[in-house]
C-alpha cells in the first residue's frame, strides 16, 4: 500500500483553542471527501484564527482532501505568508478568495469553496438558484453573487468579491461554484450541505421535462425568519456532533 504522508504533531505547539479549531476544520475537509463534494486538490475552507494576527487557517496545495489532518492545514497570514516555514504551500487562487473574505467579515469564522459539477452546473444558469424546493429557500433568504472574472489570482479582484458578498452567508461564483461563511466551522458546512443539495434538487428537476412548481413569493420572502427558527441561527452546532461521530467510524485519522 502506499505511504500516508506524514506529518509531525502540532497538538503540543499550539493553544487549545487552535487545536480544536484545526480538528474541526480537517473534519470539514474529510466531510467534503465524503460526500463527493471535492476537486481532487483544488479548493479551499479556510478557518480564522481569533486574535489581533487575523491569521487563518488553510489546506496544504497537494494534499487530497481525505488526507489533511489537524497537524498539517497551513496558519497563514494575510498576506499569504506561511507562519511556519515547514508547512507545505498553499494555493494561491484559494487565498485570494479566502483572505478577502476574512479581510472584512469578522463574523465570517470559516470560508467554504467547493466546484460540486450540481454547484458549477447552477452557477452557469442565467437565473442561478431558484426557488424549486425547500432547501433552496435558506440560501435563498442570503444569497449573493459574483460574475466570473477568470481563475482568482488578481489582487483588484478582492474588491468586487467583497463588495458582492456584503454581508451574505452563501454566494455563487458563476461559472466557479459556490461558497459559504458561517461563525463556526459547523455553520459554514451546514450552510455548504443545504446550498449543494438544493442545486443537486434543480439539476435533477429541470432534467424531468415536466412543468415545475415554484415556491410562491411571498414564502420566500418570508424565509429569513423561519430560517431561523428552524435552524437555530444555521444549526451547526446541533448537526456537528454527530457528523464527528460519523467520521470517528469511518475515517478517525482527521485528528492527528
Partial sequence: MPERIATPSKKEEVSSEE???RVDLAAAYRLIALYGWDDLIFTHVSARIPGDEHHFLINPY??????ITASSLVRVDQEGNKINPDDFDINPAGFTIHSAIHAVRDDAACVMHTHTTS???VS???????PLSQQSL???SNLAYHDYEGVALREDEKARLQKDLGSSNFMILRNHGLLTTGGSI???FLGMYILQRACEVQIQALSGN????????????????QAEQVTRGMGGKLAWPGLLRKLDRVD???RD
Fill in 119 to 121: 454547484g458549477v452546473a
Fill in 19 to 21: 487545536w480544536q479549531l
Fill in 186 to 188: 459547523a455553520d459554514a
Fill in 124 to 130: 452557469a444558469q442565467k437565473e442561478g438558484l431558484l
Fill in 252 to 254: 478517525p485519522g482527521f
Fill in 210 to 225: 415536466r412543468d415545475l412548481t415554484p415556491i410562491p413569493a411571498g414564502i420566500v420572502d418570508t424565509i429569513r425568519q
Fill in 62 to 67: 497537494g494534499m487530497m482532501f481525505e488526507e
Fill in 138 to 140: 435558506f440560501p435563498l
